[in-house]
C-alpha cells in the first residue's frame, strides 16, 4: 500500500537543558566554572547541561580558552520564558493538496481547531480552521469549484471512497464543471460540455453519452460495476471513471469536500511565532489578534508545531544554575522569571531571592573554581586535562596567582593539582595569561570597563566597582587617563549612584581606584584612611570582594549612622 505523503510521523519532543551561567561582565572565574560545572553535571545525571555567559568575554578569558581547546559558551541575555518554553503542539506533515474531508477528519482525531499547512520540505505555507471548512461547505459556488481548485483524482477517490477503473490518480482536474445525468440520453447532449464531470447511476445510455460527449470523469454511483464495454470506450476516449458504493444524493452532497484544502486556506498575513519570541510579546499579539493557535516557525519559516492561548499559563520557566555571584544586580536578565536550581559561589550573601529552596553552597574560597573542583573530587568523577586548565586559570586569575588576601590554602592546593593534570607550570602559565589580558592598546574605553564591572546594592545606593588587571604603573597610568572620562559619561546615564574603578597591579600589588560620583571620593577616602582624591593609590589592596568591597560599604552605613 503505498504511503500518503501527507503524513510524517511525530518528532520526539526535546529534553530540557538546564543552563549554567555566570554573572554580567563575566571574568574568567565566571566562565571557566560555568563550563567546568555543566561538564561534571552531565557525567553525574546524563541530562544536558549548557554552560552560557551572560556578557563579552575578556581578552584574558579568551586566551584561556583558546589555550586549552574549549569553545566558548553562547550568550545568553534573558532567560525569560519564550515559546521553546511553551507546550508545543507537533504536528502531522499536512500538505496542501489534501481533501476538506480528510482535513476534518484529521481535526476532529486530533481534537483541534487549526491546521497547519506545509510544502514537501517543511516550509509553512498557509492554515485552515474548522471556520474555513465549515464555510466552504455552506458557501455558494458554482459547479465548476472542482477544476477551479485543481481537484485531484486521488481526492475524489478518497472523498467518495470509490475505485478508480479508469484514468490516474495523480492527475488534476482543470476544466469542466459537475453535472448530474438525470435526464435522457437525449436532453443530456444539450447539457454535457467537453471535460465536464458527470455523475450517473448504472444506466448505460448515459454513461456512453457522457463519454462521446468528451467528459472527462463518470462518477457511477450506488455500486453499480461499469462494463467492459463502457471501460474500453472510457480508456479510448481518456475519460476517467469512478465507481463509488455511495448513492447520488450522497455523491452530490460530498464532491465538494473533496476540494484541496490549498483553495481555501489562508496563505498571507499569517501571525507566527519563533522559539526564541519571549512569553510577555507572545501574549500581547495573542491579545490582539484572538486566534485560538498560532504556528511557530523556524528562522527559515519551517513548521516547529503549534501554540494556543491556554497553553501560556503552562510555560516552564527555564532551569537555571548560578555560579559566581549571587546578587541580582549582577545576574542575566530576567532571572526573577527563572527557576533557579543551584547557586555555587564564593562571594558575600546579595539580594536574589528564590520562588523554592535551593542548592546552595557558598565558601569563603578566592575562587568559584575552587569549590568545584571540590565537587569533582567529592563525586569521584575525573577531572579531564582541558577541564582542569580552565578550573586552574580561574583560581590563579582570581587569587591573583595566590597573591590576593581571599586566597586560602584550598586555593593554593588546587591549582597545584590542577596544573599538574593540564600539564602546566603555574608561574609561566599565569605570566603569559595575564600579559595576554593586559593587552589594552587596541580595546576602546567601553571594552575596558567593562571587562570586569559589577554592581553592588548599599541601603538606598546602587554603587559600581570595575577591575582590570596591569603589569606595570606606567600601564595604570595610561588607563587612568583613557577610562576617567568615560566614567564620567557612564555615570551621567544615572544607573549607579557612585562609581570605583581598580587598576591593579599584579607584580607590584597595588591599586589605583579611581573614584566618580557624589560622595564617592570622600568614602573611598574614608574607608580607606586617605584624603578624598579622585584617584587613590592603595598599596596592598588587590582584591574587589575583600578588601574594596567591605570597606567601601563600612564607610557607606557608618555615614548613614
Known amino acids: ?64 580558552l583558546q589555550r586549552f581547546g574549549v569553545p566558548a559558551p553562547h550568550y545568553i541575555n534573558d532567560v525569560r520564558r519564550q515559546v521553546s ?26 481534537s483541534v481547531v487549526t491546521l497547519p499547512i506545509v510544502d514537501e520540505e517543511g516550509f509553512l505555507t498557509g492554515i485552515i480552521t474548522e471556520y474555513d471548512i465549515a464555510e466552504s461547505y455552506m458557501g455558494m459556488y458554482d459547479s465548476k469549484v472542482l477544476s477551479q481548485a485543481h481537484t485531484s483524482y486521488k481526492n475524489l477517490v478518497e472523498t467518495l471512497n470509490g475505485n478508480l477503473v479508469v484514468g490516474d490518480k495523480s492527475v488534476e482536474l482543470t476544466e469542466g464543471k459537475v453535472l448530474i445525468a438525470a435526464a435522457n440520453p437525449d436532453a443530456m447532449e444539450d447539457f454535457i460540455d467537453e471535460h465536464d464531470i458527470v455523475i450517473t447511476g448504472n444506466r448505460y445510455e448515459s454513461q456512453l453519452c457522457a463519454i462521446e460527449m468528451n467528459a472527462s470523469c463518470i462518477i457511477v454511483t450506488a455500486g453499480a460495476k461499469v462494463s467492459r464495454t463502457i471501460t474500453k470506450l472510457a480508456q479510448e476516449k481518456n475519460c476517467s471513471v469512478i465507481e463509488t458504493p455511495y448513492d447520488t444524493f450522497t455523491v452530490a452532497r460530498l464532491i465538494n469536500q473533496s476540494i484541496p484544502i490549498d483553495f481555501y486556506m489562508k496563505k498571507e498575513n499569517l501571525i507566527t511565532f519563533h522559539p526564541n519570541d519571549f512569553i510577555d510579546d507572545v501574549k500581547d499579539a495573542m491579545t490582539k489578534f484572538r486566534h485560538r493557535d498560532f504556528p511557530v516557525v523556524d528562522k527559515e519559516n519551517r513548521l516547529l508545531g503549534m501554540i494556543s492561548r491556554r497553553k501560556l499559563l503552562g510555560a516552564r520557566r527555564k532551569q537555571v544554575i548560578l555560579v559566581d555571584h549571587n546578587e541580582r544586580s549582577q545576574a542575566v536578565d530576567g532571572i526573577e522569571d527563572a527557576e533557579i536550581l543551584e547557586i555555587i559561589d564564593h562571594h558575600r550573601l546579595g539580594s536574589l531571592e528564590t520562588m523554592n529552596p535551593v542548592f546552595f553552597r557558598n565558601q569563603p574560597l578566592g575562587c568559584t573554581a575552587t569549590i568545584v573542583y571540590q565537587m569533582y573530587q567529592e563525586n569521584q568523577v575525573e577531572v579531564e586535562p582541558d577541564m582542569a586548565g580552565l578550573l586552574c586559570s580561574a583560581i590563579l586569575s582570581d587569587t591573583l ?57 548599599a541601603g538606598e545606593k546602587i554603587l559600581g566597582i570595575g577591575q582590570v588587571n596591569t603589569m606595570s604603573r606606567k600601564e595604570m597610568e595610561e588607563l587612568q587617563v583613557r577610562l576617567l572620562p568615560y566614567m564620567e559619561k557612564v555615570l551621567s546615564e544615572k544607573t549607579v549612584d557612585m562609581m570605583f574603578f581598580m587598576l591593579t597591579n599584579i607584580l607590584e600589588e597595588s591599586t589605583m581606584l579611581l573614584c566618580q560620583g557624589e560622595g564617592a571620593a570622600e568614602m573611598a577616602a574614608a574607608a580607606f584612611q586617605q584624603q578624598p582624591q579622585a584617584t587613590l593609590y592603595l598599596p596592598g589592596v588587590v582584591s574587589r570582594k575583600k578588601q574594596v568591597v567591605p570597606a567601601i560599604l563600612t564607610a557607606i552605613q557608618n555615614e548613614t549612622a
Open 1 to 64: 500500500m503505498k504511503q500518503d505523503r501527507s503524513l510524517a510521523p511525530q518528532e520526539p519532543e526535546e529534553v530540557r537543558p538546564v543552563y549554567v551561567v555566570g554573572h554580567t561582565n563575566p571574568d574568567t572565574d565566571s566562565i571557566c566554572s560555568a563550563i567546568a560545572y555543566a561538564r561534571l553535571k552531565e557525567k553525574m545525571t546524563g541530562n544536558p547541561y549548557i554552560p552560557q555567559r551572560a556578557g563579552q568575554l575578556n581578552l584574558e578569558t579568551q586566551y584561556v
Open 401 to 457: 596567582v595566590y597573591r590576593s588576601p581571599t586566597c586560602t590554602s584550598a586555593d593554593r592546593q588546587a591549582a597545584e593539582a590542577l596544573a599538574a593534570i593540564a600539564g602546566i607550570s603555574v608561574e609561566d602559565y599565569a605570566k603569559e595569561m595575564f600579559a595576554a589580558g593586559s593587552n589594552f592598546a587596541n580595546r576602546t574605553p567601553e571594552e575596558i570597563f567593562y571587562q570586569d564591572y559589577k554592581k553592588f546594592n
Open 85 to 110: 518554553d511553551m507546550d508545543i503542539r507537533r504536528f502531522k506533515r499536512v500538505l496542501s493538496c489534501l481533501s476538506l474531508k480528510k482535513a476534518w477528519e484529521w481535526m476532529a482525531d486530533m
